[in-house]
């Protein structure tokens, strides 16, 4: 069954951790709600003396109508036995009631801890990890954890009514009551046997569910591209594989957690007819009552069954485990970016400066080789080249979304490293090349970089776009459902959106990885205005695709393989006849070629 793990391998970040580390951990999400399990402690012990009563009082009556029975003490017993189960019900019911309100609290924290972890996580995070398993974490893996609480306060309750019962079979039979004793580390020793199997296939099974959440979410998002090349099939055959790989894993789990089980049935039986045989001795030699034999057979019971819950608590524990461990990986995961002190940003010139800094995604390939530029307070530097040339590096690592590994990165003067990230972040908008819009209206989506701002702000900063036309467009105007990532909105009215979105920010530096969509000539000419409005006083930093862009910057770099090549003005560029010259030629005069041919079609 080898290629059932093919696939399955850990995430990066994932790590052991002992047993003792995860129980301390969990015990810390629990300190807060000591009370309330104090309380769930005591409900415990008082059912279990319940459930023990049950049993002994039973034993009484045997021996009583054994030998001078009465219609009063038969109802005398069964009312003993009838209040000895609604108490040990509603010793239970507070038992529940307090421990799944406990349970609740602590899933619901253990919850935003997660969530909270993984939007806090840098780029290159999600970059390497896909966001159905990074979901299936914080929700899955979080649920089944609270399970294991459950099934913790249910095995004490059994275990405590073993102890009790003991205490009460001591004084009946000193002997065979260490004879039931001794059975009890063979038990142990089966139910505990299980124990690295157990986490070893629970881990696996969450790996594949985590797989396939993943494969499921990815299928989901690009299915518009999957049915434009009619590949439904392609993607349901590979669902299938790993759905069948899911269903090998699942029944490997199930053959091995439910072994334990007749494993464990062999072992009771046995004892349980040794027990016998030397309970009947005892009853002939050492005048053992019935009813106290009676009581020893249901102990057999009382020994067996919580053994029994343990083989099946453990698999179902370490289960637990498991999850908690996966959730706390994610939650412990180092960041990459990682900032060097908490220095506060309020207000910022926009001088940006790259000093012999080098930048790679990954270990195999350098993107920046050694990368220096300046560029001034309110300067407009378009950055042009092929693709892999470093531009969206370079804007990225301004916005602080990736680690460098040397070099140096200043703003204003200042080691970025050394930033409070979030402050710093505000004084920073970036428009990336496909605009994102959550689910809401346009006027919630434009709100979203300033969420104390009013309508008024939000129209304002609208209609500073264009002339506010484009609004015209829209069935609602600014209540407007943009749907599901924008689906509604063309390509087009997303860009002016997230430049109004941009506006309303009023950033020091602006960031803009110009879209490549095709946009009608009067959207191109609204964006263009909202660009220019934007761009005004502030530094801003634009991966250029569109040859007006490059005109209207103060500077161009001309960028290839990470290394700047030349830079100017598109004039003093063009008259150089080098690599920029080439690609004008190529691409900015062919697409403006093509703007001209499209806007005569449309007058």
């Known amino acids: 069954m080898g290629f059932v793990l093919d696939g399955l391998d850990t995430e990066t970040y994932d790590r052991n951790y002992s047993d003792r580390e995860l129980l301390r951990r969990i015990v810390r999400y629990f300190e807060p709600h000591t009370w309330h399990m104090l309380l769930v402690g005591f409900m415990i012990a008082l059912d279990s003396a319940a459930g023990t009563a049950g049993p002994i009082l039973i034993s009484k009556a045997i021996d009583l109508l054994a030998y001078t029975p009465s219609t009063q003490a038969i109802l005398l017993l069964a009312g003993g036995v009838l209040l000895l189960g609604v108490s040990s019900w509603g010793f239970n019911y507070i038992r529940q009631f307090f421990s799944a309100q406990v349970v ?78 001794g059975m009890t580390p063979f038990a142990a020793a089966i139910a505990l046997s299980f124990r690295r199997v157990a986490r070893e296939v629970t881990q696996r099974a969450r790996r594949v569910t985590a797989k396939v959440n993943a494969q499921i979410q990815e299928s989901i998002s690009g299915i518009m591209v999957a049915k434009s090349f009619r590949q439904e099939r392609a993607i349901y055959d590979e669902f299938d594989e790993t759905n069948r790989q899911s269903y090998q894993v699942g029944l490997r789990r199930g053959l091995t957690l439910n072994t334990i089980f007749p494993i464990m049935g062999i072992a009771s039986g046995l004892g349980v007819a040794t027990l016998i045989y030397a309970g009947g001795i005892a009853s002939r030699s050492a005048g053992m009552t019935p009813g106290n034999w009676y009581l020893f ?122 930033f409070d990230l979030p402050q710093y972040r505000r004084h920073i908008g970036l428009v990336p090349q496909e605009p994102f819009l959550f689910s809401g209206t346009v006027r919630d989506n434009i709100r979203y970089s300033q969420p104390g701002a009013t309508d008024e702000d939000v129209r304002t900063a609208a209609t500073r776009i264009g002339s506010g036309d484009w609004l015209a467009g829209l069935p609602a105007g600014l209540d407007t459902d943009v749907g599901e990532r924008g689906a509604n909105l063309s390509m087009g009215q997303r860009q002016l959106v997230a430049l109004a979105r941009v506006l309303l920010k009023d950033p020091a530096i602006f960031i803009l990885d110009e879209a490549t969509a095709s946009v009608d000539p009067f959207t191109e000419t609204q964006i263009q205005e909202g660009l220019e409005m934007i761009m005004r006083d502030r530094t801003a930093i634009v991966i250029a695709h569109r040859l007006s862009t490059v005109k209207h910057a103060d500077r161009t770099i001309v960028m290839d393989h990470g290394r700047i090549l030349e830079e100017g003005t598109h004039d003093t560029l063009m008259a150089q006849g080098g690599h920029y010259a080439e690609l004008y030629n190529t691409y900015f005069r062919h697409q403006s070629l093509e703007y001209i041919e499209t806007f005569t079609a449309v007058e």
């Open 297 to 418: 057979m249901q102990a057999v019971g009382f020994y067996w069954w919580p053994m029994m819950n343990i083989a099946s608590f453990w698999s179902q524990f370490q289960d637990g485990l498991s999850a908690a461990e996966r959730v706390f990986a994610l939650i412990d995961a180092e960041p990459k970016v990682v900032q060097t002190a908490s220095e506060a940003v309020t207000t910022l010139e926009g001088r940006i400066t790259f000093r012999h800094l080098v930048f790679s995604y990954t270990d195999g390939e350098t993107v920046l080789p050694d990368f220096s530029l300046d560029v001034r307070p309110k300067e407009t530097v378009a950055l042009v080249g092929h693709t892999g040339a470093g531009k969206s590096s370079i804007a990225r690592l301004i916005a602080r979304f990736y680690e460098f590994q040397s070099g140096e990165l200043l703003i204003d003067g200042r080691d970025v490293r050394r």
């Open 104 to 181: 609740g609290d602590v899933v619901l924290q253990l919850r935003e801890d997660a969530f909270n972890a993984t939007i806090q996580h840098d780029l290159s995070f999600y970059d390497e990890h896909p966001s159905g398993k990074v979901v299936s974490r914080v929700t899955s893996d979080t649920q089944d954890f609270s399970s294991v609480i459950t099934l913790t306060t249910n095995l004490v309750s059994q275990v405590l009514l073993v102890v009790i019962l003991t205490g009460w079979l001591f004084t009946i039979n000193p002997w065979l009551t260490l004879l039931l004793l």
